[in-house]
């Protein structure tokens, strides 16, 4: 008994100490982000709700520039050609800090808030990288850094950027390319995540393209050596693609997926198509691997004696981490220490892990040390990456679903539609907002934080991986 209390003043000491560690600032930041909670929440439920997807996220993009208004930001709408992308600006002068919020969707995977699979909408999209908590948490963030500018306690300009079409056309791109960036100084962004840590490591750069063949039909029986098969072609492309990947670095990832093969079986097709991905951890890598398969479409129009088209789609750049950054996000997320949970929200998580097969370990929110940065990371793909060789920028993911959650899935969509993700959310939105009041408060921060990302780019000359002209609105 005697060691139970012993140990409770031991950790009302610490909570304490790290308490008094929070100056009045942050205290400040913290308490926006807990009077907006309610509303932040209401927002990211109605994004989850909506379930819009790339470049149709009319609603759920309103949904967030109004409430920047409604907070006293100035908001520009439909920016870079998108309009579903826009800018939220208060404050004026330097430094000029920005936060990210995405908001759209992925098709195919609606889920009710439940731990069991179960579609709140057949065949609808859902929320399975958790977006609507990233764009609202993002929101809450800057409304925290806006209120203290306005209360004249920070000097700045605070902007908020509504990117839409991360997870299919990487609207981002677009918004870089027409120079959004340009004057801002430091970027922050945080993610969702099945762990709560200052993220340091990069992420796969990727080029998407599609692969169209035009050949001739005619009768598959009477007379098939009057057609010309584009399916031919297609499968042949993909034998070559896949007899390709023994002879690539193990860093590098191709997918396709065939988005046209022929529509009945009796009548050699005159048409196919498949959308190409190919992936590695620096752009450098990616792009000898993107010439050599785009040589091989080619091969493959030859050997079906078929005509075919190369259009590219988007690419985008691995993330330039940002270690000095990530230091002062660290300490702050040591200074809130980790997210608590229900049972109810332990048995939610644990739950899920059943049902997707995983070990139930529960929830993992522990404040894990600043990890080294790899040189040869895993994982996937982000537009953040086109905007971090633009600008400084510091990452953070927090935990918003369970510990070796398939990502992608109803799994993600069910915690983001309940406690488990809001307060994920909010969480990020107080630690986002602790570090631009460091940022805001310390000159040499920022210029500590520019000099790593001006060193770090070196002589690299940005080009966007993207078609000419406007935004691919509209399109399939």
């Not at 400040?28 to 926006?32: D, E, N, Y």
């Not at 809450?140 to 306690?153: D, M, P, R, V």
């Not at 990456?385 to 510091?394: E, H, L, T």
């Given at each position: 008994?005697?060691?139970?209390?012993?140990?409770?003043a031991?950790?009302?000491?610490?909570?304490?100490?790290?308490?008094?560690?929070?100056?009045?600032?942050?205290k400040?930041?913290?308490?926006?982000v807990?009077?907006?909670?309610?509303?932040?929440?209401?927002?990211?439920?109605?994004?989850?709700?909506?379930?819009e997807?790339?470049?149709?996220?009319?609603i759920?993009?309103?949904?967030?520039?109004?409430?920047?208004?409604?907070?006293g930001?100035?908001?520009?709408?439909?920016?870079?050609?998108m309009?579903?992308?826009?800018?939220?600006?208060?404050?004026?002068?330097?430094?000029?800090?920005?936060?990210?919020?995405?908001?759209?969707?992925?098709?195919?995977?609606?889920?009710?808030?439940?731990?069991?699979?179960?579609?709140?909408?057949?065949g609808?999209?859902?929320?399975?990288?958790?977006?609507?908590?990233?764009?609202?948490?993002?929101?809450?963030?800057?409304?925290?850094?806006?209120?203290?500018?306005?209360?004249?306690?920070?000097?700045?300009?605070?902007?908020?950027?509504?990117?839409?079409?991360?997870?299919?056309?990487?609207?981002?791109?677009?918004?870089?390319r027409?120079?959004?960036?340009?004057?801002?100084d430091?970027?922050?962004?945080?993610?969702?995540?099945?762990?709560?840590?200052?993220?340091?490591?990069?992420?796969?750069?990727?080029?998407?393209?599609?692969?169209?063949?035009?050949?001739?039909?005619?009768?598959?029986?009477?007379?098939?050596?009057?057609?010309?098969?584009?399916?031919?072609?297609?499968?042949?492309?993909?034998?070559?693609?896949?007899?390709?990947?023994?002879?690539?670095?193990?860093?590098?990832?191709?997918?396709?997926?065939i988005?046209?093969?022929?529509?009945?079986?009796?009548?050699?097709?005159?048409?196919?198509?498949?959308?190409?991905?190919?992936?590695?951890?620096k752009?450098?890598?990616m792009?000898?691997v993107?010439e050599q398969?785009?040589?091989?479409?080619?091969?493959?129009a030859?050997?079906?004696?078929?005509?075919?088209?190369?259009?590219?789609?988007?690419?985008?750049?691995?993330?330039?981490?940002?270690?000095s950054?990530?230091?002062?996000?660290?300490?702050?997320?040591?200074?809130?220490?980790?997210?608590?949970?229900?049972?109810?929200?332990?048995?939610?998580?644990?739950?899920?892990?059943?049902?997707?097969?995983?070990e139930?370990?529960?929830?993992?929110?522990?404040?894990?040390?600043?990890?080294?940065?790899?040189?040869?990371?895993?994982?996937?793909?982000?537009?953040?990456?086109?905007?971090?060789?633009?600008?400084?920028?510091?990452?953070?993911?927090?935990?918003t679903a369970?510990?070796?959650?398939?990502?992608?899935?109803?799994?993600?969509?069910?915690?983001?539609?309940?406690?488990?993700?809001?307060?994920?959310?909010a969480?990020?939105?107080?630690?986002?907002?602790?570090?631009?009041?460091d940022?805001?408060?310390?000159?040499?921060?920022?210029?500590?934080?520019?000099?790593?990302y001006?060193e770090?780019?070196?002589?690299?000359?940005?080009?966007?991986?993207?078609?000419?002209?406007?935004?691919?609105?509209?399109?399939?």
């Open positions: 008994m005697k060691k139970a209390i012993l140990l409770g031991f950790v009302l000491s610490v909570l304490s100490v790290s308490a008094q560690k929070i100056n009045a600032n942050k400040a930041a913290i308490a926006s807990e009077k907006h909670k309610a509303a932040l929440i209401q927002l990211s439920d109605s994004i989850w709700s909506l379930a997807e790339a470049f149709q996220e009319d759920s993009s309103k949904l967030l520039a109004d409430y920047a208004e409604k907070n930001f100035s908001v520009e709408r439909g920016v870079a050609g309009p579903t992308a826009f800018v939220a600006s208060y404050g004026s002068g330097k430094p000029v800090i920005s936060v990210l919020g995405e908001f759209d969707a992925l098709p195919g995977i609606s889920q009710k808030a439940q731990p069991t699979k179960e579609p709140l909408n057949e609808a999209g859902g929320h399975g990288c958790g977006h609507n908590l990233f764009g609202a948490g993002s929101l809450g963030a800057a409304i925290a850094a806006k209120e203290l500018i306005e209360q004249g306690k920070l000097k700045g300009t605070i902007k908020f950027f509504g990117t839409p079409s991360e997870e299919k056309y990487f609207g981002k791109i677009w918004m870089v027409d120079g959004l960036w340009n004057d801002v430091v970027n922050l962004s945080w993610h969702p995540s099945a762990s709560t840590k200052a993220d340091v490591q990069s992420s796969l750069a990727l080029v998407d393209f599609k692969v169209e063949f035009y050949g001739q039909a005619a009768h598959a029986s009477a007379d098939p050596w009057n057609g010309r098969s584009a399916s031919d072609a297609l499968e042949l492309y993909t034998t070559g693609i896949n007899y390709y990947r023994e002879h690539v670095k193990p860093t590098v990832r191709i997918h396709y997926h988005q046209d093969g022929g529509q009945v079986v009796n009548v050699v097709p005159d048409y196919s198509k498949l959308w190409v991905r190919v992936r590695d951890t752009r450098s890598g792009m000898p993107y398969v785009q040589k091989m479409a080619e091969g493959a030859i050997m079906a004696n078929v005509e075919y088209k190369i259009s590219l789609i988007s690419g985008i750049y691995e993330v330039l981490v940002n270690r950054g990530g230091e002062i996000m660290q300490k702050n997320l040591e200074l809130l220490g980790p997210i608590t949970y229900t049972a109810e929200e332990t048995a939610f998580g644990k739950k899920i892990q059943e049902v997707t097969k995983k139930q370990l529960g929830m993992d929110s522990a404040i894990h040390p600043l990890e080294a940065t790899k040189e040869h990371p895993g994982g996937g793909s982000t537009d953040v990456g086109d905007v971090s060789w633009n600008v400084a920028n510091i990452n953070l993911g927090v935990t369970p510990k070796d959650t398939p990502w992608h899935s109803w799994a993600v969509v069910a915690c983001g539609g309940m406690s488990i993700g809001h307060k994920g959310m969480y990020a939105a107080k630690a986002m907002g602790m570090t631009m009041v940022l805001f408060e310390n000159p040499k921060l920022v210029a500590k934080v520019k000099a790593e001006l770090r780019k070196g002589n690299e000359v940005y080009e966007a991986i993207v078609p000419e002209g406007p935004p691919p609105i509209g399109k399939n």
